[in-house]
């Protein structure tokens, strides 16, 4: 007899070839390979609620268990192959269930709950257990860069500006800043995760549901910090997501400014950086080269996570406020792709930060060739000889021209020129000798006067260090704690769960 009313759903039908094979297989692939686990959670701990709540009576609560714990010892995932019997994941679970308890027990399982619910929960869980483990990886990645950076906080660098010398500054100076920039990334990724940690169990399709079910519950056993409070919102509000993205985009964004920096400074004309061999690959031909190639990688790496973080975000835009597949399934494994770049350059750029190291000579060579201790000068002229700050600046920069005119370096050639450039402006001599002169224009004295708030002289930058390391403690204080209430979140639906089949 023919469907009277095809507009009603059937499950039962086989799929069109095409949509199998375009949509369905896919789907139901990626719900085999990332949220199978997530499913079994969600099953059993809304089944635990089902019963706590009145709603499900023990014994079929009882059956249904036992059936779910022989589609786990019986059924691998992993070797299933979509035939287009069923049309997900889910309907092939409650297909399993009706096999083994019948349809009636089976269908019970699914009281007061949809896919909708179902799923925006399993990319919850999905996208916090990714979180979490790429957190511990930035976690790595900010101890690396507190050592380096407490190793080299006397280690001299020449610090750029639009590309050119600018002024002498330290190596571990330079990492602080960009650790305080990694310390922000890692603070937004605890802002997304927050988004990401309330439970959409209980929305059901939109409204939730007319039984008395207690969504709080749900949320604690999976582990949850509490149900996200409006239903609608919690299957169409994918900020979880978004927020998850734009966390990884700004990120690798701003990992990229600090590779492309080290590839700046170990190519052979400023040389500063000196990368060990462990790290360089040599040229197939020409036998000179060393070739620091990790840095390559990390560059290329962090723009593929920056672009597939984009990507998700971009898939978000002009979607309409509802539930729908754009967020869903084949996109957030799409994201999870980010996730595993992500961890590649995190783990790559920690082991290279612990490992190159400064070539003082370079900088030496580089610092006097550039006159990048000039300000200085100026600076001085304005406390010793009581000059405006106009004046002093003009003086300096008549020395710093004639040095590099010259072809020659700051301290053992500027004198004579400085002299010249004082008297023409002041008319009169400096009380600033030679010997005063090559002290002023040293870098080592250029970065110990600068001993303010958020300077490289060694006082701000113990006081940096100290800040940075209670801030890396108190990441790794909350990672501890949102571990231990996930496992006892687990460890109770577990027994919770045991208790319903009869298990020990």
């Known amino acids: ?27 139901f692939d990626g719900a085999k390979g990332h949220h199978v686990e997530a499913f079994r959670r969600i099953d059993r701990a809304h089944l635990v609620m089902l019963v706590e709540t009145g709603i499900l009576d023990r014994d079929a609560a009882a059956k249904i268990a036992g059936a779910l714990v022989a589609i786990d010892s019986e059924i691998d995932p992993s070797t299933l192959v979509y035939t287009g019997e069923v ?53 790595a990645l900010l101890a690396a860069m507190i050592d380096a950076a407490e190793r080299n906080r006397a280690t001299l660098i020449v610090a750029y500006t639009h590309g050119q010398p600018a002024q002498p500054s330290t190596f571990g100076h330079y990492l602080s800043a ?41 949320a604690h056993l999976l582990g949850f910090s509490a149900a996200q409070r409006n239903s609608y919102s919690c299957i169409a509000a994918v900020d979880y997501t978004t927020s998850t993205y734009s966390a990884i985009e700004l990120m690798f964004l701003h990992l990229g400014r600090l590779i492309q920096d080290f590839q700046f400074w170990t190519s052979f004309e400023v040389g500063q950086i000196y990368v060990p061999n462990a790290l360089v690959q040599i040229s197939s031909i020409m036998p000179q080269k060393r070739n620091p190639v990790p840095i390559e990688h990390l560059r290329h790496l962090a723009s593929q996570t920056f672009g597939r973080a984009r990507t998700v975000i971009d898939v978000m835009h002009n979607t309409p406020f509802t539930d729908m597949n754009d967020s869903e399934g084949e996109t957030q494994g799409m994201g999870y792709e980010a996730f595993a770049s992500a961890s590649r350059v995190l783990d790559l750029l920690a082991a290279l930060i612990s490992q190159i190291s400064i070539d003082p000579e370079r900088v030496d060579q580089n610092i006097r060739r550039s006159c990048i201790t000039i300000t200085e000068l100026a600076d001085s002229l304005v406390r010793i000889e009581g000059l405006s700050f106009r004046e002093a600046h003009e003086i300096a920069a008549a020395t710093a021209r004639s040095v590099v005119a010259a072809k020659g370096d700051l301290p053992n050639d500027g004198y004579q020129p400085f002299l010249d450039a004082f008297q023409h402006s002041t008319g009169r001599k400096p009380s600033v000798d030679l010997e005063k002169f090559r002290e002023i224009v040293s870098p080592e004295h250029f970065v110990a006067v600068r001993s303010r708030f958020g300077g490289p002289a060694p006082e701000p930058m113990q006081e940096a260090l100290v800040a940075y390391r209670e801030k890396l403690s108190a990441f790794e204080t909350d990672a501890a704690e949102a571990a231990a209430k996930q496992a006892a979140a687990d460890a109770e639906l577990q027994q919770k769960f045991n208790a319903l089949t009869g298990a020990a």
């Open 87 to 139: 049309e997900d994941f889910f309907f092939l679970i409650e297909k399993e269930l009706k096999a083994r308890i019948g349809v009636d027990r089976a269908g019970r399982l699914h009281t007061a709950r949809s896919r909708n619910d179902i799923d925006h929960t399993l990319f919850k869980l999905g996208l916090k257990e990714r979180i979490d483990a790429l957190m511990v990886k930035a976690r």
């Open 1 to 27: 007899m023919a469907d009277m009313n095809p507009r009603l759903s059937d499950t039962s039908r086989f799929p069109d070839p095409v949509y199998k094979d375009t949509v369905l297989r896919p789907l």
């Open 178 to 218: 960009a650790i305080e920039v990694l310390i922000r990334d890692i603070e937004r990724f605890a802002e997304a995760r927050r988004i990401v940690d309330l439970s959409s169990m209980g929305a059901a399709a939109i409204t939730t549901s007319g039984f008395p079910i207690d969504r709080a519950r749900v």
